[in-house]
């Protein structure tokens, strides 16, 4: 099969799978990776994989990075590794590392035909909580002292008969609950 130019080229990855799975959901999925079995054969493969990586970061002295990154295959084969870093830095120590760290796990008998560095998202690691002494929840329970001498001070300069005076004389008799 020859593509032409005017040809687009896409990649079949599978499709994601939807966010509520049902029980039919499953059990496909278990068929497609021939039961459990499958499933911890692709784990072991995975454990073997971070072990060897292990190994070859420590061989080209890069064994401080072999927590912080996770590794796989690209779907569609074993001949390109993905690794997943959480930061930048380790990101770019990564890629200036590629042709040795490529050609130590060949050594290792682990060869691939390229490496792919990405970073993976940062968990958010805060949440929004209410304060505990929140001041829209709290009721107003008086005046403070200087507020409550700024009411009696006005009481004073007003008429005795005004309307003013007797409104600021029932507020300054309200008790607080």
Known sequence: MSLSPATPFFMNFSPKPPRKQTAHDWLEYLRQSNGLGGILAKTEDLAKLKVTLSKALSNIG??????????????????????????????????????????????????????????????????????????KNQKIVGFNAVAKKSWEDLLDKLAPDSELRKTVERLLQRKPK
Do not use: Y
């Open 62 to 135: 890069l064994e401080h990075l072999s927590s912080k990154i996770e590794a796989g295959w690209h779907s569609g084969g074993q001949d390109e590794l993905f690794l997943q870093v959480g930061s930048a830095s380790i990101a770019t120590r990564l890629q200036q590392n590629l042709p040795s760290l490529i050609k130590e796990l060949s050594v290792l008998g682990l060869p691939c035909k390229g490496i792919k560095v990405k970073m993976k998202p940062s968990p958010a690691n805060w949440e929004v909580k209410p304060r505990a002494d929140d001041q």
